[in-house]
């Protein structure tokens, strides 16, 4: 076999790629972590502290405490998922993307090297803000393993969506349409912000289908150890979320669609 | 062994522009080759497809023996590109383009930083090492291609158009530089508008119209075979009208600018004896465009009416 194809030198241009997302993240951190501290303090600050404290606790916990795995969740899948939208389709718009497709390394490197970057991002400022929501409040960790699970399953999948979306984006404007059209929106409706149980039924019905709402209650349970919902439904649909956007992506990638001419 | 091996390849776009035609091409090892031809005619795209970013419509390559379809990873790591156009970002630093360049190769980060820092300072970018690439002007940014090529010290080095913009002393440097290489065993194959470049580096050459391979042949037998070409004189002492010579035209462009054609056979001694004759005093001579240029466009013209005169 060959020294440069083989699992070495893809282990190599793995790190390299990595590597090269942190460093770009890092580079604009302005741009990339600055931001969600200033909106999550701002949420803790109005939703938690101030509206907070007119709401009825819920299961035991007060209102503030309730939000934060929500908020903690919502900033890994925000972040992970615009980390790899941008990062390649500005790749793809600055043709560097041509560096690493002329070069020997396989389409599952690339894609675990973008995957893991965007996660990183994601996974980072969730600390972040898990870190500014500890200055409002205390909470437990009831389930540890679980909350870590669920964290970096999440990360992985949006991260995922975001290459995804990079691939096919054309515009600029088309890293942004998803996010704004479509996981806001399921996420805002996705029980960061309240419980289900506070629904009238249909509405609590619906929301089972809202994936990012099953993300959020097996979060919820890992840190409150209060869930919704049963928490391997959370497993079930990020691990199908996982492996199906995976399997698009890479097949995407394969296929050269939107790369090659 | 053939360093490249390109047969029958065709490429139609998605638009529908049909790009390549269906061309053979076969580049010796150790060859320091020239791909010329017009604006469009097809160059960027053979160079596209060889380096696996532009997909082939149908057609076969292989580098050093390996079969671009079957051996992809071999074919690229033995491939080195210098493109046309930037495709680099421009916020990444300079030392980091090569070391990440690298390592998509599988190169250990402390090999890629030592060949970084060679490469660097043989293109005279060393000192902008730290600096975000775009930082650089029109013709550093190309030699930070040429740098970036050369990270996983590629057997096949294609430069499309490298010394475009340029300036003359380092393009002369870039020059002796890729001799350099070539001297050492690296086959070369190069695009370029600047047809002196290509008849002072290249052996052979093969010049490419529409989407086909119009003329392949070895660079001085090609260059013997221009039939005319035109001198240029700039005179000491302005004339009034041009010299009757037999045997030769002339023509004679200001008062001291005299132009002469000579036929292959006719002699340049024997020229300058009969303008020493006529009492001509001569300050300098050149020739009126550099022989390749002339004998390009010649091939091109008869090409484009050969398609004329198809029914
Ligand atoms: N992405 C593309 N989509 C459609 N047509 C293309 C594309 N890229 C190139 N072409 C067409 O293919 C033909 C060959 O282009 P190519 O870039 O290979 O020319 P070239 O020989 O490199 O020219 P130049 O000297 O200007 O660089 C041209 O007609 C061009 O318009
Ligand atoms: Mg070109």
């Known amino acids: 076999m060959n020294p440069r194809t083989g699992f070495y030198p893809n282990w190599i241009a793995f790190q390299t790629i990595l590597h090269r997302e942190v460093t770009r993240f890092m580079r604009i951190w302005p741009q990339t972590l600055f931001p969600p501290v200033i909106t999550m303090s701002l949420y803790f600050l109005i939703f938690g502290k101030f509206i907070g404290s007119q709401i009825r606790p819920i299961e035991g916990y007060v209102y503030i405490q309730y939000l934060v795995p929500g908020l903690v969740l919502m900033s890994i899948m925000n972040n992970s998922y615009a980390n790899t939208s941008a990062s390649f389709f500005l790749a793809k718009f600055n043709k560097s993307i041509e560096e690493m497709l002329i070069a020997p390394l396989s389409n599952l490197t690339i894609l675990l090297g973008f995957m893991l970057g965007g996660a990183v991002r994601g996974l980072l400022v969730g600390l972040i803000v898990l870190v500014i929501g500890l200055l409002f409040t205390h909470i437990p960790l009831m389930h540890p393993l679980i909350m870590l699970f669920i964290a970096i399953l999440s990360a992985m999948v949006f991260s995922l969506g975001g290459f995804i979306n990079g691939i096919y984006a054309k515009r600029f404007d088309d890293i942004s349409f998803i996010p704004t059209f479509v996981l806001t929106p399921l996420t805002y409706l996705g029980g960061v912000f309240y419980s289900t149980q506070q629904l009238p039924p249909l509405w609590r019905q619906l929301s089972w289908f809202n994936p990012i709402f099953s993300m959020v209650d097996s979060f919820r349970f890992g840190i409150l150890g209060i869930s919704d919902l049963p928490s391997f439904y959370g497993f079930a649909v990020v691990l199908l979320f996982f492996l199906a956007l995976f399997a698009w992506a890479w097949y995407l990638l394969r296929k050269g669609v939107g790369i090659k001419v | ?311």
């Open chain 2, 1 to 311: 062994m053939t360093a490249l091996s390109v047969r029958n390849l065709r490429k139609v776009y998605t638009n529908g522009t049909v790009a390549l035609k269906g061309i053979d091409l076969d580049v010796a090892q150790g060859d320091f080759f020239a791909l010329l031809g017009q604006n469009g005619a097809g160059k960027s795209t053979t160079i596209g497809i060889i380096s696996s970013l532009i997909t082939k419509t149908s057609g076969k390559i292989s580098v050093l023996g390996h079969d671009l379809d079957l051996e992809t990873a071999q074919v690229k790591s033995l491939l080195g590109v210098v493109p046309q156009e930037m495709n680099f970002s421009l916020f990444e630093k300079i030392s980091d383009i090569l070391i990440f360049q690298a390592g998509y190769y599988g190169i250990r980060r402390a090999l890629a930083i030592e060949r970084m820092e060679m490469y660097l300072n043989e293109m005279g970018l060393w000192h902008l090492r730290d600096q975000p690439a775009i930082q650089l002007s029109g013709g550093m940014k190309r030699r930070l291609m040429v740098a970036r090529a050369l990270m996983n010290q590629p057997k096949l080095l294609i430069l499309d158009e490298p010394t475009a913009g340029v300036d003359v002393e380092l393009r002369h440097s870039l020059w002796r530089f890729l001799t350099q290489l070539n001297e050492q065993g690296t086959t070369i194959i190069l695009t370029t508008h600047y047809l002196e470049e290509a008849e002072r580096l290249c052996k052979n050459v093969a010049i490419i119209d529409g989407g086909e391979i119009i003329e392949k042949a070895n660079m001085k037998l090609l260059i013997n075979r221009t039939s005319m070409q035109t001198l240029v004189f700039d005179l000491e002492l302005p004339l009034f009208h041009a010299p009757k010579l037999d045997d030769y035209q002339t023509q004679l462009i200001d008062e001291l600018t005299l132009e002469v054609q000579i036929k292959r056979g006719q002699s340049i001694n024997e020229l300058i004896q009969f303008l020493n004759e006529q009492n001509i005093r001569i300050a300098s001579m050149r020739n009126k465009t550099n022989r390749l240029e002339e004998l390009f466009l010649h091939l091109i013209t008869e090409n484009k009416r050969n398609k004329v005169d198809e029914p």
